[in-house]
């Protein structure tokens, strides 16, 4: 009875119902389901509540569930997925729906409840080597209340310098195009545990969008471009040693494609679903730069809910580098 209701629920017949009759003879029981199909339910008006910082076009652009559409409680759930990953809330945003009409049609209020999202990180240390060290962190993912996401992160000390700002915009052009743009500079002069100082600075670029023909896929592109110097070789390092006689700066050009498909039920915590992914970047060539290869990795986790708050994971990647 409950897979049959849920089987017209998904349909849009949310007023359908699903009755058992049972005829006893000895020991032989004959079940008769009646099935009363109702009228088609369509989604009249959704109404988004509890939305203090982010932009209600934001929320609604998330929606797989739109105004006009066939009321169906599978596209309702993803729906809720969807907004829940954004990251920016306590939890699924409540659904609720009130008849619309006597045609049949449907009300759907969504209240969501909003988090602090945004995140500062700081600490500092002190070792014999570094002397005193720390980092400082800011990232926000829902700057402005539009879904944009700039991060800051400086890592300094007495031999490392480390500088990266990002920047994604989830939606570029009112499209569900994800652009992201990184730039860095990581300095790592001279220690102990290695023989020379090595300093690189760069940028990348992203443009993402969802997979065609396959749900909970997405589909993304990038373009590296970095500069990389290696010098102050310390006299342990051979004097014909391969990094101290190339020429320096070494330029990196390289582009990469990913394929991501993440059908998990929680985007921070998984417990149920899979995640596979496929990244590919070539180096060089017709790119140019002074630096050639190619590189394949493949990763997939698959989760399952055990007992209690425990969850199975189970991971395996493979990867070629030429």
Do not use: C
């Amino acid at each position: 009875v409950f897979n049959l209701g849920n089987l017209y629920w998904d349909r849009g017949y949310i007023y359908s119902t699903v009755t058992p009759v049972k005829q006893v003879q000895g020991d032989t029981v004959d079940v008769e389901i009646d099935i009363t199909q109702g009228n088609l339910a369509h989604v009249n008006e959704i109404n988004i509540i509890g939305n203090t910082k982010t932009a209600e076009w934001v929320i609604r652009r998330e929606l797989v569930l739109k105004p006009g559409d066939v009321f169906t409680a599978s596209r309702l759930r993803r729906s809720l997925r969807e907004v829940f990953n954004l990251g920016f809330f306590a939890g699924p945003p409540q659904p609720n729906f009130q008849p619309a009409n006597e045609q049949g049609d449907v009300d759907l209020t969504l209240r969501v409840e909003e988090k602090p999202a945004g995140q500062f990180r700081m600490g500092a240390g002190f070792s014999q080597l570094n002397r005193i060290s720390g980092f400082i962190g800011i990232t926000e993912p829902n700057f402005l209340g539009k879904g944009l996401r700039v991060a800051l992160d400086w890592e300094f000390s007495r031999y490392r310098q480390n500088v990266n700002v990002s920047f994604t915009e989830p939606w570029l052009k009112g499209t569900p195009t994800r652009l992201t743009f990184n730039v860095f500079s990581r300095n790592q002069n001279q220690v102990r545990q290695q023989f020379f100082s090595d300093r690189r600075t760069g940028f990348s670029l992203g443009l993402g969008r969802p997979f065609p023909w396959m749900d909970y896929s997405t589909l993304s592109g990038r373009y590296l471009l970095e500069s990389v110097t290696l010098s102050n070789f310390s006299a342990f390092y051979p004097l014909d040693g391969p990094l101290r006689l190339t020429r320096y700066p070494q330029l990196t050009s390289s582009i990469g494609v990913t394929f991501l498909r993440n059908s998990t039920d929680n985007p921070f915590h998984p417990t149920m679903g899979t995640r596979f992914m496929f990244d590919a970047r070539w180096t060089g060539g017709i790119l140019g730069g002074d630096v050639n290869f190619q590189r394949y990795e493949t990763e997939l986790s698959w989760y399952q809910r055990l007992l209690w708050v425990f969850v199975q994971e189970l991971r395996g990647n493979i990867g070629v580098l030429d």
